[in-house]
């Protein structure tokens, strides 16, 4: 079962912008930390951003500056703002629910959604 949907994923020149935004088919992110995660081809799936159920939020080092993760409780929706987009962000982007930051790190939840391509050209 598909738990979260996302959708914004487009075709886009370097420099661009795209906004992506992931609602719940089966659970209600309001509910959740929420993470977006990518996964480029040939390449293993990494973390992109967090926003914990509280509103605090994590980036990965890549995107920092570029990206910004929000959340409307009030549409139970969690969205990512991706702004000066490089050909290095060209990835499938997933939307997960119930992760966490850890001491070590990160974990991801158990709720997915199926992803949204972006891909961005040169």
């Known amino acids: 079962q598909v738990q979260l949907v996302e959708s914004g994923g487009a075709l886009v020149q370097a420099g661009g912008s795209l906004r992506l935004s992931c609602v719940g088919s089966q659970i209600r992110p309001r509910s959740f930390g929420v993470g977006w995660h990518r996964q480029a081809p040939g390449k293993q799936r990494e973390f992109v951003a967090h926003i914990s159920s509280g509103g605090n939020i994590l980036y990965a080092d890549p995107v920092k500056g570029r990206f910004t993760i929000s959340r409307d409780n009030a549409k139970d929706t969690v969205s990512l703002q991706m702004n000066s987009l490089e050909p290095d962000d060209t990835a499938v982007y997933y939307c997960?629910?119930?992760?966490?930051?850890?001491?070590?790190?990160?974990?991801?939840?158990?709720?997915w959604g199926q992803g949204t391509q972006v891909t961005v050209s040169s």
């Open positions: 997960n629910a119930g992760g966490a930051k850890t001491n070590t790190g990160y974990k991801e939840g158990n709720y």
